[in-house]
C-alpha cells in the first residue's frame, strides 16, 4: 500500500443530472505508466480535472503520497508534484517556446536566470534547442502538445497527467511521444496517459483502466484489458462482441 | 536592449535639460502633467497592461494620495512627504480590498467592479465633511522648500520631482518586467487556468500587480495636491481620469515598458493644447480629438505606437 503514490478512491463528479465519473477507484503505484482509456465522453478529462483540482469531485477521496487532496486548488496541486496537461492545447500564444517553459520552471527556480538555464535544460530533453524563440503558435500542433508537457515538466512533477498527447499525430510522432514518455518514467516520472490512439499506449503501459459512460468497466494490463468482453462492448458496440464472443465458440 | 538603454537615457537627459532652456511656465506645466500621467499610466500598465486586469478605477488611488497628504497635513502638520507612505500604505490597503473579492471575477467583471469602486470613492468624498466634502481642501501655504514639497516662485522644482517619479516608475515597471512576477502576470493575461496549472496562485499576483500599481498612482495624487496646492473630488478622483490612464496606454502600447511613456507624450500635451486653444467654446473638442487618435492607432497601430519604435523585435 506504501508505494501507492496516487489513490483515486470511489471518486464521482456530476454536471447537473449526467454523472461524468461514478464512483472511480483505482490506485497507482510509483514509477507506473497508466493508460486511461475510453470512447469519446465517458469521463476521462473530467477525472484529471478532479484529480488535479480543477473540479472538486462531488464524492469519493484522492489521495497523493498520503495526503488528501480532494478539496485542493490547482495551483496546490502543481506544487506538491502533480502536473497536467489539457486535452486542448494552452501554450500562452503571446510568449515564444523558452518563455513558456520558464513559466514552469519559475516554480522551483524564483531567479530568473535560475529559470532560464532550468529551461534551456528541459528544452533539450523535449527537443525544443533550436526553437527557443520561437512563438508557441507558429508551432505544429504536436510541438506545441510537446511544449505543453515540457513546461509542466519544468515544474518538476512526480506524477504527470497527459490527456491525449499523441491525438493527431502521425506515425513518426507517435514513436517520438512513446520514446519520451518512456524517458519521462526513466527520471522517475509516474505518468497517466489519456490516450486514444492504442499503438502509443498499449506497448508501454504497466496497466490500463478502462471508463466508459462515466464508470470504470474495466482494469488490467493491455492484454487483459483488450480481450475484456466489456471493453469490446463499449469500444465496438453489443452486435459487434456478440458476434466475436460467437465465433470464438465455434473455434 | 542595450539600444533601449541608450534611447532612455538620452530622453531621460533631454527631459532633465529641459528647464535650463525653456522658462516658459506652461510648457513647463505641460510636461509636468505629461510625466505625472505617464508615471500613472506605467502604474496602470503593471494590472492592466502585464497582467489584463484593466482597472477603470486607478484615480480612486490618485484620491486616495492626494486626500490622505492634506488631510495629514491641514489637520496634523504632518509633513507631505510622511503623507504621501501613508497615502502610499491607504492606497495598497484600498488595492487589497478591492482586489480580494474582485479578482475572483473572470473577464471584464473587474473593469466593471473597478468603475463602480471609483465612483462609490467620488459619491463618498462629495459628501464627506471631514474631508471638504464638494468643496475640497486648500494646502496650506508654507515656505518654500523640498521638505515642505512647497514651491511658489517656480515650477522648475516640481518638474525634477515629477521626472524622478517617472524615472521610479519606469525602473519599477522594468523590474517587474524582467522579474517571475511579469512572467507570471503576462502568463495570467494569456490563459489563467494554464497559470494555475504550473503552480501560478494567480490571485495573489494580481493582487501584487494591483499594489504596485496603486503606490505609482498614489504617488502622483500626492505630488497632483502639492503641486496645486487645491484637491477637491472630480479634480482628483473623477472616473475620466481612469480611462485616461487606460487610454495613454493604449495609445503607447499596452503590456511594453515605454507604452505608457509614449502615450502619454502624445496625448497629454495634445489634450492640454486643445483645451487651452479652444478653451470652453470647444468643449468637447478634445474628446473628438482623442476619439479620433484611439481609433486610428486601433487601425494602423494596434500594439500602439511603441511598435514604431521597436521594429520587429518583440
Ligand atoms: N464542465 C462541464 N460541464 C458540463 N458537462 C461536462 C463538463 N465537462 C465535461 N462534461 C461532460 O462530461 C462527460 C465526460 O466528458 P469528458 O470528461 O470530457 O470525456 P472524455 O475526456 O472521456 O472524452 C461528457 O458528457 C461531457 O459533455
Ligand atoms: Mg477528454
Known sequence: MSSDILIVDNVTKRFGGLTANADISFSIKEGEIIGLIGPNGAGKSTLFNCISCFYNADGGRIVFKGQEITRKDPESICRMGIGRTFQIVRTFKDMNVLENIMIGAFLRNPKRKDAQARSEEVAGVFRFTDKLYLKATSLTISEQKRLEVARVFATGPKVMLLDEMMAGLNIHEIKESVELVLRLREMGITLVLVEHVMEGIMPIANRIVVLDYGEKIAEGTPDEVVNNEKVIEAYFGKKYAKRRENKTRIQ | MKKGLFVFILFMCILAAVPLFLGDPFVCHILIMTMMYATMSIGWNVIGGYAGQVSFGNAAFFGVGAYTTAILLVNFSVNPWLGMLAGCVLSVGLAVVVGYPCFRLRGHYFAIATIAVGEIMVVIFTNWDYVGAAVGIYMPILEESFTNFEFHSSKIPYYYIILCMLVFAIAVSYIVEESRLGYYLRAIKDDPDGARSLGIDIQKYKMIAFSISAV??????????????????????????????????LIGGIGKLFGPVIGAFVFIPLMELTRVYLGSEGQGIDMIIYSLLVIMIAIWRPQGLWALFSRGDK
Open chain 2, 216 to 249: 505609482l498612482t498614489s504617488i502622483c495624487g500626492t505630488f497632483y495636491g502639492q503641486y496645486v496646492l487645491y484637491i477637491h473630488p472630480s479634480s482628483t478622483m473623477d472616473l475620466m481620469m481612469s480611462i485616461h490612464l487606460c487610454i495613454i496606454a
